[in-house]
């Protein structure tokens, strides 16, 4: 299968027919998962990295338990990330970038990185933020999840999210409003099922499928996902190390703690609601005025909002995202 260099196209698993189920993490755009998940992000970054060069596609690797066979990765941004602080910096790294790269776009009159990249001399590499536990995240790295996936799919930078604590606390409204694309691993029970997916069916899986519900998608696909041996994973990774040694660049650390600006709690509270009022912010945040008002016309320029509409309620559009 031809890869372009403009896509991140991924074989998910097989289905029922024994056929592959491919999807592009570009037109995802991004990707949680539920389950047991770290050998299939493993596998997920393999093939990306087999069929990419670093020019092409690089990646930030978050995960405790350290997904070692990734380490050597010419792909690299950085080295593969272990702790919550750690994350934190890398996905900061993620938002600013996704920041410099819509100020390009807007110098050079194009809208996306696909146009860019056909216009301009220097390209831009897409990146993909793997990250193994979410629910291990700060309340800022959270909050930077929330704002890569708002935002960044333009700009090419994609995520790949896991975490196998099926609750809300580790799967907020606001990170799961913003990644539409979805894997579930067999679930305890169809509640848990209904909070990855929308619907239930998850709790019926025999070990080791999974439900694959895409952007868009009426009811989820059932798959046996692709997740490599031994054996596939060193053939994968002997095809990406003849890119050499990684070019990692510096984690950012930052001198002073960024104040907080509540726009992710801003699209929890607006997820699952019909309209929004500049009052309902201000009371359910405990913030003044002017930042509600900011955080609302934020959310009007990103298209969760509706435009001002005198003294009424403004709509919420974030359902017209997924």
């Known amino acids: 299968m031809e890869i372009d260099a403009m896509s991140l196209m991924l074989c998910l698993g097989h289905g029922k027919d024994g056929n592959g189920v491919y999807a592009d993490l570009m037109r995802m755009p991004h990707l949680l998962i539920l389950g047991k998940a770290d050998r299939l992000l493993s596998s997920l970054i393999c093939q990306l990295a087999s069929c990419h060069s670093p020019e092409e596609m690089r990646t930030a690797v978050i995960s405790e338990s350290g997904l070692e066979e990734l380490c050597s990765l010419p792909h690299l941004l950085f080295p593969v990330l272990r702790n919550a602080e750690d994350a934190e910096a890398a996905l900061r ?12 776009f807007a110098r050079e009159g194009v809208y996306n990185i696909e146009r860019y990249n056909r216009e ?3 390209k831009l590499y897409l990146a993909v933020i793997a990250i193994d536990g979410i629910d291990k995240l700060t309340e800022n790295g959270i909050e930077y999840i ?18 196998d604590k099926a609750t809300t606390k580790a799967i ?13 691993f067999k ?8 909070l990855i997916l929308d619907t239930a069916g998850a709790e019926l899986l025999e070990k080791g ?22 054996a596939q994973t060193a053939q994968a990774l002997g095809r990406a190390r003849r890119y050499g040694t990684p070019a990692l660049i510096d984690l ?18 607006t997820a699952g609601r019909e309209r929004v009022s500049i009052a309902l912010l201000m009371r359910a945040l405990k913030i003044g005025y002017a930042k509600a008002a ?25 359902s017209s995202k997924k």
């Open 172 to 184: 907020p409204a606001a990170v799961k409003a913003n990644i539409p694309s979805r894997i579930a």
């Open 252 to 269: 950012p650390r930052p001198t002073e703690k960024r104040p907080r600006d509540f726009y992710a709690e801003a699209l929890e509270l």
């Open 209 to 230: 499928d999974v439900l694959f519900s895409p952007i868009g998608a009426v009811q989820p696909t059932l798959l046996a996902p692709e997740i490599f041996t031994e």
């Open 187 to 194: 679930t305890e029970n169809a509640k848990e099922s209904r």
């Open 93 to 104: 790294w993620a938002v600013d970038e996704t920041d410099r790269r819509y100020e390009l």
């Open 294 to 318: 900011g955080l609302m016309e934020k959310m009007e320029k990103e298209g969760y909002v509706g435009p001002y509409n005198g003294s009424k309620p403004r709509k919420v559009l974030v």
């Open 120 to 122: 301009a001399q220097s």
């Open 146 to 163: 929330a704002r890569i996936g708002a935002k960044s799919r333009a700009a090419g930078i994609h995520l790949i999210a896991c975490t």
